[in-house]
């Protein structure tokens, strides 16, 4: 049978490259994201590479309506959806609770656990019907341990962290999986997108250290996806070895040298 994978927020990072993973092993695409002009590219560059079918929406996550709008719509044009990879999110800002932008903490509420409800609404009751399906919730370290001035996406992240526990429950008699991903620093457009566009204070994040690739977490999520129907993982902390959680983080220069001898 063919396979169909959804993933929110594919026009860059983590999303993308678990688009491209995926469509090498075969998996027909529906792809999601806001920048309609980067869907349209990573359609026509994944098409022409693997030969699959790639559906693109281009849709805000926050605004409940165009979701549905979206996916039903999105829904019609394929037979079913085996994977669901809630990734679309963001961290915007970084402040101390007293100084921060309620605009930002609006933001991010809206997206990163609102946007990830109104999506996995929908699909869930897909899988529902068919009693199969598999869900990838991204969370993050940020949602183990709390970091200075992360308070509000920190807080989003737990709540991703709890809603993967939850609806890990809620979908058991279905036997659609749940798995959480919980990746500590990626290079990814995260650090751009959370200083507003400032490429100096972004490259300053990843200073010293080999962080995360898009590419090691799409391959982790391929793994679990490749599990037998009764293996599920339900729960990955995912770090680069400069970090050990989302608050201790070593650079290369500290690091200890191998004793010679
Ligand atoms: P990127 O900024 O590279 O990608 C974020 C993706 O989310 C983009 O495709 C973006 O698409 C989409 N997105 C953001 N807001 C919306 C919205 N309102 N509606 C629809 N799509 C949206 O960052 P990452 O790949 O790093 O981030 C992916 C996920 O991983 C996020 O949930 C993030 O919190 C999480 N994460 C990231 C880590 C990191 O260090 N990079 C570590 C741990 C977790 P568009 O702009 O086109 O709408
Ligand atoms: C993204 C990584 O370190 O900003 O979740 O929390 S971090």
Redesign the pocket.
Known sequence: MEKYILI?????????AIAEKFAGGGYHLCI????EE??LDVKNELEAAYGVRVITS?????DKEAVKAALTELLAQVPHIDILVN?????SGLSSIEDGDTDDWD?MI???VK?LLYVTRIIAETMKKRCAGHIFN?????GKTVYKNGNV?CAT?FAVDALSQSMRIDLLPYGIKVTAV????????????RFKGDAEKAKSVYNDVT??A?DNIADIIWYCAQLPAHVCINDLTVTCTNQANSFYTVRNADRKLPEVG
Not at 185 to 193: D, G, R, S
């Open positions: 929110t927020g594919a026009t860059s990072g983590f999303g993308r999601t994201g806001r920048r980067r869907l281009a849709f805000d996550v926050r990734n679309a999110g963001l961290a933001v809206d997206t990163n946007g991204i969370g993050s370290t940020a996406y992240k919980n990746p500590g620093m990626a290079e990814t457009e995260f650090a751009l997108v962080p995360l898009a």
